[in-house]
């Protein structure tokens, strides 16, 4: 399975965005995927549901962020390598779907119930956040490279 298949797999059982992204890099970040989970739950519909940056984007960001940032003195890496990742996803993410912003993405405002029953029925969780899932594991896996 490869980690958008596996991240797409824990979206479908009910994960948020964030969920999602992270899990799927779980074992390169020598995490059980309950604690991968947990670490990213407030992080859905654009963090909290304030549908400002996509949640696909976040986990993506704590991913890089634990994987090339500084710990301490001692290490030869630095937090700059991280903040230049994140850019560097940032603009290729929104080179594809033109934007971060969730509420921009998905065009609903989720803490609207008559909006949110409309996303719901335009499908939107299904038929755009699986494709920004999908593309932040991607643009993760290429930049980590």
Do not use: P, W
Request: proline fraction near 0%; hydrophobic fraction near 35%; charge should be neutral.
């Amino acid at each position: 399975m490869t980690r958008s298949e596996k991240a797409l797999n824990f979206y479908s059982q009910g994960f948020n965005c964030a969920q999602s992204v992270i899990v799927s890099f779980a074992d390169v970040l020598e995490l059980d995927e309950e604690k991968a989970v947990r670490i990213a739950s407030g992080f859905g519909g654009g963090m909290g549901r304030t549908q400002e940056t996509c949640g696909a984007a976040t986990g993506a960001y704590m991913v890089i962020g634990f994987l090339r940032s500084k710990y301490n003195n001692k290490q030869e890496i630095s937090n700059k390598e991280s903040t230049e990742l994140v850019q560097k996803f940032s603009n290729r993410f929104a080179e594809i779907h033109g934007t971060t912003n969730c509420k921009t993405l998905i065009e609903f405002d989720l803490n609207s119930e008559n909006e949110r029953q409309k996303a719901i029925k335009a499908d939107v969780f299904n038929k755009k956040c699986t494709l920004f899932i999908k593309s932040a594991v991607e643009i993760l896996e290429d930049i980590l490279k």
